[in-house]
């Protein structure tokens, strides 16, 4: 059969064999593709996928500033991009760039775990259960990404531009292995081995602090779209003073799509409590905004020009109410899964124990994604843009924690009133 953009590498016809794992058997296949050669395919199918969007960008953000298109401009700065969406910063004329755009970086992660998962089916190991199979598909991809990581740093190097050849291969390395892993290991059926290993209070508190981050974020995009859209005159104000043309605006609307994940994130660092900066000495909280100078930007008509008052006051209960929704929602899968298995009567400190969990899984994923969406645009006061993860990370912990385990009590509690 051939090759299709979606699977890439397609083993022939295997044999079929079966392999007893705990439980139950599984189909092992043999004969397939090499690794390296599983691994270069997938690997370099899914840079090109995620760097093609960020060429396109950079080509109609040229026309901001220059009449016509440079293909040397669109190839060192489209894979200078490519490479920030990573977290790799570059060093410009302007000082270091080091905002990643979020957007691209989700879609970089989505291609490399499809990789993990075309590796994994390529080389026979598919629904195997076998975590060694599915470890040494990641690390294949991971150090094949790695490679092209310092093949790009090397390629955008040169006036006004340069990239660390080692920041690149050791980032993009470490981000191929993560992401391919996420592919990989359910591709092979060994996350669901391992996870059946795993002692079900973690598994359900893992679960619930994943619903709360993800229930925060969203909480989060919602605020910075109704912000921007109050403001949508400002913003339009804004994007219309760039005499650029229609390819040119363009452009801009595109970067400032790149970075709506980050904003999103923002939004969220503000809902939870510490806030965020955009610029050296700004502060951008609930109870205190502080502003000076800002780029000519559209995202940044949406930000607040003081505390928090009026009706927005409600938006300060959200990390709670997305806590308490996460613990009651952890209390009602536990039920569902009981009265499917016959099981005893759900206990109380289970449903706590579990609930209590929620809340670092939640401020782990709020931090990292707070500070992932931080970093400079340039030197001097643009050097610090974006919230503090640490401190995301701290009050998230503690808020959704708190929040999770009142919403299983009560829903705990409404059981035992049946």
Do not use: K
């Not at 609930?286 to 995202?299: E, I, N, Q, R, Y």
């Amino acid at each position: 059969m051939a090759a299709t953009p979606d699977h890439p590498v397609r083993a022939a016809q295997r044999e079929t064999v079966r392999v007893p794992i705990q439980r139950g058997t599984v189909t092992r296949r043999g004969g397939g593709a090499p690794l390296p050669v599983a691994a270069v395919v997938t690997t370099v199918w899914a840079a090109v996928l995620s760097a093609l969007p960020v060429a396109a960008v950079v080509t109609l953000a040229q026309l901001i500033d220059a009449p016509s298109v440079s293909v040397n401009g669109v190839l060192r700065y489209g894979l200078a991009g490519w490479l920030l969406a990573h977290g790799v910063p570059m060093r410009t004329g302007l000082g270091p760039i080091g905002l990643a755009p979020l957007a691209i970086a989700a879609l970089a992660a989505w291609r490399v775990s499809r990789a993990g998962v075309h590796t994994t089916r390529a080389i026979g190991a598919r629904r195997t259960g076998s975590p060694r199979l599915a470890a040494n598909a990641a690390i294949a991809v991971g150090v094949v990404y790695g490679l092209l990581g310092v093949g790009a740093a090397f390629a955008c190097r040169g006036p006004e531009l340069s990239v660390s050849p080692g920041r690149a291969g050791l980032t993009l390395g470490l981000f191929g292995l993560a992401a391919a892993g996420a592919g990989a290991l359910p591709a092979s059926g060994a996350f669901h081995r391992l996870a059946a290993r795993t002692p079900a209070a973690l598994r359900d508190g893992a679960r619930a602090g994943v619903v709360a981050a993800l229930l925060l974020l969203a909480a989060g995009a919602v605020l910075a779209g109704a912000a921007t859209a109050v403001n949508g005159r400002d913003a339009g104000a804004t994007l219309a003073s760039y005499d650029t043309g229609v390819a040119g605006q363009a452009g801009l609307t595109l970067v400032c799509l790149a970075y709506a994940p980050n904003v999103a994130v923002w939004a969220t660092s503000y809902l939870v409590g510490p806030g965020f900066s955009v610029g050296v000495d700004t502060t951008v909280r609930t109870s205190d905004v502080t502003l000076g100078a800002l780029p000519a930007v559209p995202v940044f008509a949406g930000l607040p020009s003081g505390p928090v008052g009026g009706a927005w006051v409600l938006l300060l209960g959200a990390p709670l109410a997305a806590g308490m929704v996460a613990g009651w929602l952890l209390v009602s899968r536990r039920l569902r899964l009981l009265s499917r298995r016959a099981e005893p009567a759900l206990g109380w400190w289970p449903v706590l124990g579990a609930a209590a969990i929620a809340g670092p899984v939640a401020g782990l994923v709020l931090g990292l994604a707070a500070y992932a969406s931080a970093g400079p645009l340039g030197a001097g006061r643009l050097s610090v843009i974006g919230p503090v993860g640490w401190q995301v990370a701290l009050v998230a912990t503690a808020v959704v924690a708190f929040g999770a385990v009142l919403g299983a009590a009560g829903a705990r509690a409404a059981i035992s009133r049946r």
